[in-house]
């Protein structure tokens, strides 16, 4: 996998001083970021009191929780996949109006859901029509390249789409637990997707980017066994009543991709921002099914599960990421990230505290550490845009298209 990340040039082209729509993680980045601000600070005046929601079928929380995830998330996944499929491929994906298009759809569906949120047929056609064209936009080139075991892939694009069909469906009266098992089977589904990238890359990332000779744990016995547990998991936690099951498998979820990231442990991680942030990324998302597994014995709210996978294993994951991504294919130096870097995935981490194990150590100051979590988030993702706008914005930094 070691070249996944690198560049193809394409000589002869010159490039385009807007380059937005040049490669598909540009838009995507951008503007799930943009949106995560507007989404989440909407979220936060509307628990604090200070706006009032609007007239929708939908709870606010409901409304919160889904368009982190198939909204945010979801613009994430999009923007890497529409970029990794191009470099494992050598064949072009999604570019200038036919990515614009694809932005389009999905940025339409965030917006009536925030303003029109009772138009939930039009959202619901402009919501899951995104998640399928997104997935016939990278299965094509898969399928070109006959890179069929990269099909599975595509196959959970597929099924985040029926998640988001069955949120609808539920939404509109038409399945009695349609919300609920749309949000969680998102939730779970956007952890497993993470979880097989992560295996892919983080690796390859710490190994080269450490500055020593390293190699990396990984044991064949882990990598099977987590995508068999994890699968199981979904199932039961979220289509059947046996929590005790439920818990059971997400304790074994917790010591399986614990060794795996004790595996990946060597001291350099701890120097280097594009590193840390993901191995504190996925320590959390392993501090989720911990919490999920005390949640069956132990007096434990279930949304630190939630909140510990979302802001941990989905947000700080997701921004390590796009960082790195966005200096690699845009021409600059991994090695020598923006200094405010460390700011913004701090403040992440605060908000990974504060949200999850703050209000379980200190609950009577439980809107106190929301709030807070909630302001470190959008700042975080305000001084990411700040930062890294113009670079997805502008050409390439050594000239080069994509």
Do not use: C
């Not at 838009?27 to 507007?38: D, E, K, W, Y």
């Not at 020598?336 to 609950?363: F, K």
């Amino acid at each position: 996998m070691a070249n996944q990340f690198l560049h193809i040039q394409q000589p002869g082209r010159k490039p385009n001083p807007f380059a937005l729509f040049n490669l598909g993680f540009r838009p995507f980045f951008l503007f799930a970021a943009l949106f995560s601000i507007v989404s989440m600070s909407t979220w936060t005046a509307i628990y604090l009191g200070w706006a009032t929601p609007s007239d929708s079928t939908l709870a606010p929380q409901q409304w919160h929780a889904h368009e982190m995830i198939f909204g945010y998330a979801m613009a994430v996944v999009a923007g890497f996949l529409l970029t990794a499929v191009r470099n494992w491929t050598n064949i072009p994906t999604l570019t200038g109006i036919k990515l614009a298009l694809l932005l389009v759809t999905w940025l339409s569906a965030r917006v009536l859901m925030l303003l029109a949120p009772d138009q939930l047929i039009p959202i619901f056609i402009l919501d899951v029509g995104f998640n399928l064209a997104l997935a016939i936009a990278i299965a094509i080139p898969l399928i070109q390249a006959r890179q069929m075991k990269q099909l599975g892939i595509v196959s959970k694009i597929v099924l985040l789409g029926a998640a988001n069909a069955l949120f609808y469906l539920g939404a509109l009266g038409l399945l009695e637990q349609g919300v609920r098992w749309g949000l969680y089977s998102g939730l779970y589904l956007i952890l497993s997707l993470i979880f097989v990238m992560a295996r892919r890359v983080v690796p390859f990332f710490i190994e080269r980017g450490v500055g020593y000779p390293v190699q990396l744990v990984n044991h064949a016995w882990v990598d099977r066994s987590s995508l068999v547990l994890v699968l199981l998991f979904w199932l039961v936690d979220v289509f059947s009543p046996w929590t005790p099951l439920a818990a059971a498998l997400a304790a074994a979820l917790f010591v399986v991709h614990a060794i795996r990231l004790v595996g990946w442990h060597t001291p350099g991680v701890w120097k280097k921002p594009l590193l840390w942030v993901l191995f504190i990324g996925y320590g959390a998302a392993v501090l989720g099914f911990l919490l999920k597994a005390l949640s069956a014995v132990l007096p434990l709210s279930p949304y630190l599960a939630v909140h510990a996978f979302a802001v941990g294993g989905i947000g700080l994951m997701t921004v390590g990421m796009m960082a790195r991504v966005s200096l690699g294919h845009t021409g600059r130096s991994i090695q020598e990230p923006p200094s405010i870097l460390p700011l913004i995935l701090s403040l992440l981490a605060v908000a990974l505290v504060s949200r999850v194990l703050l209000v379980w150590v200190l609950p009577q100051w439980y809107g106190t550490w929301v709030a807070i979590a909630a302001l470190a988030w959008v700042l975080a993702f305000a001084i990411f845009v700040a930062s890294y706008a113009p670079m997805l914005i502008k050409p390439r930094a050594d000239g080069q298209p994509g």
